[in-house]
């Protein structure tokens, strides 16, 4: 699985548009880009993946260049209760039965008034 | 996407004590995956669980410690024993999940044990 590098922490208020990116050299070519999110006490949750260019939804944008070496999400017009740590994962999601996500140090954001 | 009942959400035990932490999935999944959050850090897989097979550890990790059981489809238990304070930590159960054409993982609450 490719090793995935990102800020430990980053500092926003509310209202502004938070990008946060992730590094990931060695991805593969079947490997897909999956963000998760964790608030306290809880468990991870599926933010948004993507393949390449552009991925939208309802939560978050996915930006992934040509190149495929870095992503970033992007969260529009954050709240206080955007305030969670967001993790970048990299893996083969085809293979099916068995293909673990490696967690790495994730980004702690922070959003103030 | 797949819900998961995780119980308990939290306990403070004894050392050299043993718990089990249940996790129930509201419908059938080939695979449920045992990890472990130490406090401030990251995930760290524990296991790997089949139903009708032994599960299958992560460097660092060992069934004498972490005996895992999935008795049918839908539910997996997993057994801190002979917890000692470094035992302190949440742990969590996760599905693989598909919704639409999105893979990912869906995870439970977590389990805070505290070890005194």
């Known amino acids: 699985l490719a090793k995935t590098t990102q800020p430990i922490s980053m500092d926003s208020y509310e209202g502004q548009e938070v990008n946060i990116t992730c590094s990931h050299n060695?991805?593969?070519?079947?490997?897909?880009i999956t963000w998760y999110q964790q608030f306290p006490s809880q468990g991870p949750r599926f933010i948004i993946q993507g393949y390449k260019t552009k991925v939208t939804n309802e939560v978050a944008s996915l930006f992934i260049p040509a190149d495929r070496k870095s992503s970033t999400l992007s969260l529009p017009r954050v709240s206080l209760s955007d305030t969670a740590v967001y993790y970048c994962?990299?893996?083969?999601?085809?293979?099916?039965?068995?293909?673990?996500?490696?967690f790495g140090t994730g980004t702690q954001l922070k959003v103030e008034l | 996407s797949a819900v998961i009942s995780q119980k308990p959400s939290r306990d403070i035990c004894q050392r050299g004590t043993s718990l089990t932490i249940q996790c129930q999935v509201d419908s059938q999944v080939t695979m449920m995956f045992w990890y472990r959050q130490q406090p401030g850090q990251s995930l760290t897989l524990i296991a790997t669980?089949?139903?009708?097979?032994?599960?299958?550890?992560e460097s660092g990790f060992v069934i004498d410690k972490f005996p895992i059981s999935r008795p049918n489809l839908t539910f997996s238990t997993l057994t801190v024993s002979n917890m000692s304070p470094e035992d302190s930590s949440i742990y969590l159960c996760s599905v693989e999940d598909w919704t639409g054409a999105v893979y990912g993982y869906t995870f439970g609450s977590g389990t805070r044990l505290t070890v005194v």
């Open positions: 669980a089949n139903q009708g097979s032994e599960a299958t550890y």
């Open positions: 060695n991805i593969a070519t079947n490997d897909y």
């Open positions: 994962l990299v893996g083969d999601i085809l293979t099916g039965g068995g293909n673990k996500l490696t």
